[in-house]
């Protein structure tokens, strides 16, 4: 079978694999789509080279249908699924006060070990989700990062009429925006790539590209000068991290969602003067996967409107290309049986 794997700094290769045999407590999917992400890229482009097995078959952005499953599960063959990618010990401090998603031994399949950008994948059992009938194979690939954005608003506690504002209008934080406007909030994206500041437009979002405009005086003027409610970070960028604390109201809440690749410049007098509140947010629990899909098969949000280009396998370099130069893009799907 074929996978796509990272075998070196800003390289990835066409692999073929033997198809995998499940062990008792798994089942082997056929892999349809597999979206390329942020967590991805940082693997290209080797900020992850001291966690990650080279090569490493990456990918856990998916949908699939199980084609071989233990007798007697509550999963079957035929059954469509996507997979919540964090296995956990069960051990640790972290399981054992009930955060087993943020595992101190956490398994994130296609990080610490292989993933869903290969046409077969075996997955355990405990971390599979039903697809709906009413979700097609490219919006189903959207569960995934569809359930980050739902665990960052819940994190964050969004309110009906809090004003927000999202940095960084990519994948995530569109996504982001569209969970916080679902549970009530008005929301203002922050993005410097025209491309995407028309997607985040076509769907209703406000924006404001801070290398062209006052992105605090925006928000001054927005709030009557009494600052945002919330601010997600998503951009994962030194300016989006410098600039963060200073849209805030007293005791405003910044929720922080992108992956910093090195420590970046943050005003903590700024969190001292207003009495901020800073809140991480990592990955998701299994109840954030299950609001997703009830999201998503509800029809709330038009998923299918941020995937940019479906590609084989031979074009997902063009898709990591696309995305470390800020082509105009959204998301990119591979899809797995090409």
């Known amino acids: 079978m074929k996978a796509c794997a990272y075998t070196d700094l800003e390289t990835v290769e066409i692999l073929e694999l033997p198809q995998p045999e499940r062990a008792d407590d798994e089942v082997l999917i056929k892999v349809s789509r597999a979206g390329i ?6 693997i290209f482009m080797g900020h ?8 490493i078959v990456m990918g856990h952005e998916m949908c699939g249908e199980i084609v071989d499953a233990p007798d007697g599960a509550d999963f079957g063959v035929g059954d469509r699924v996507v997979v919540e990618p964090t296995v956990f010990c069960g051990r640790c401090a972290a399981c054992q006060r ?14 610490d070990s292989p993933g869903a950008f290969q046409a077969y994948w075996n997955v355990p059992l405990d971390r599979l989700h039903r697809i709906p009938p009413e979700l097609n194979d490219d919006a189903a690939a959207m569960i995934e990062p569809l359930a980050v954005a739902v665990h960052d608003v819940r994190r964050a506690q969004v309110e009906l009429g809090d004003q927000a504002v999202v940095i960084g209008g990519g994948p995530i934080g569109l996504l982001v925006a569209h969970a916080a406007r679902l549970d009530g909030a008005e929301v203002v994206i922050s993005e410097v790539n025209p491309f995407r500041l028309n997607v985040a437009e076509s769907c209703g979002f406000k924006t404001v590209d801070p290398t062209r405009d006052d992105l605090v005086g925006y928000v001054d003027d927005w709030t009557n000068g009494a600052g945002c409610d919330l601010v997600f970070e998503v951009s994962g960028s030194a300016p989006g ?3 963060m604390t200073e849209l805030l109201r007293v005791r405003g809440k910044i929720a922080l969602v992108g992956v910093h690749a090195s420590p970046p410049e943050v005003d903590l007098h700024r969190f001292f003067w207003r009495e901020l509140e800073l809140i991480g947010c990592r990955v998701y629990e299994s109840v954030d996967f299950e609001r997703a899909i009830r999201i998503a098969a509800a029809g709330e949000i038009d998923l299918e409107a941020l995937i940019s280009k479906v590609v084989p396998y031979e074009e997902a370099y063009w898709g990591f290309e ?13 899809d797995c049986q090409s």
């Open 37 to 42: 992400c942020g967590t991805d890229l940082h």
């Open 48 to 55: 992850m080279d001291q966690r990650v097995t080279k090569p």
């Open 98 to 111: 009930g955060n087993a998603h943020i595992c101190q031994n956490l398994n994130f399949l296609g990080i």
């Open 241 to 243: 991290a410098k600039v």
């Open 322 to 334: 696309q995305m470390r130069d800020g082509g105009d893009i959204v998301k990119v799907l591979i």
